[in-house]
């Protein structure tokens, strides 16, 4: 049996609302390893917002993040998988749409989940035990005791 997308997922993600200011979404970011935020309204996901959104979108375009709403800059309509998808049918959907973060719901719709091209390349490099040195750089893998200055 093929490994479930839910086996290497970051389970349950806050949300936010898409009518947060992107000051207050770079604020709920910067503690996220996903480096992006699900948005939804009304208990669906409408949309992703990335810190590259907010880079490109608000601080390169000049305009102020306070005054700007997440629901301006967010990427939607949202492509999702089911969280019964193997890790195989969410990288496969993650190529075909170039994406590097893919919302997992539920049979209803709900949040559960979000898989990361980071995360995919983790799982890659477990299962090549770690032996493959450009699989272990994708996936930020490093020696113990090891740590880079950015």
Same mark, same amino acid.
């Given at each position: ?8 997922? /970051? %389970? ?10 992107? #000051? !207050? ?5 910067? =503690?996220?390893?996903? +480096?992006? $935020?699900?948005?939804?309204?009304? &208990? ?15 601080? /390169?375009?000049?305009? =102020? ?10 990427? #939607?309509?949202?492509?999702?998988? *089911?969280? %019964?998808?193997?890790? !195989? ?5 993650? /190529?075909?749409? &170039? ?10 719709? &709900? $949040?559960? &989940? ?9 799982? $890659?490099? !477990? ?8 699989? *272990?750089? $994708?996936? +930020?893998?490093? %020696? ?7």
């Amino acid at each position: 049996m093929e490994a479930l997308v839910d086996s290497i997922m /970051s %389970k349950k993600p806050e949300p936010v609302d898409p009518d947060l200011t992107v #000051t !207050k979404a770079a604020g709920i970011m910067t =503690n996220k390893a996903e +480096r992006c $935020l699900v948005v939804e309204r009304d &208990g669906f996901v409408v949309g992703v917002v990335t810190a590259s959104d907010m880079i490109e979108k608000v601080i /390169s375009a000049g305009a =102020n993040p306070s005054e700007v709403y997440v629901r301006d800059i967010m990427s #939607t309509p949202v492509i999702t998988v *089911n969280v %019964k998808a193997t890790i !195989k049918e969410a990288a496969e959907v993650m /190529s075909d749409y &170039g994406i590097g973060k893919l919302p997992v719901i539920d049979d209803s719709g &709900g $949040l559960v &989940g979000i898989v990361t091209s980071l995360e995919l390349s983790r799982w $890659l490099a !477990k299962l090549s035990d770690f032996q493959d040195p450009a699989l *272990n750089a $994708l996936a +930020r893998l490093k %020696k113990e005791g090891m740590s880079g200055p950015y």
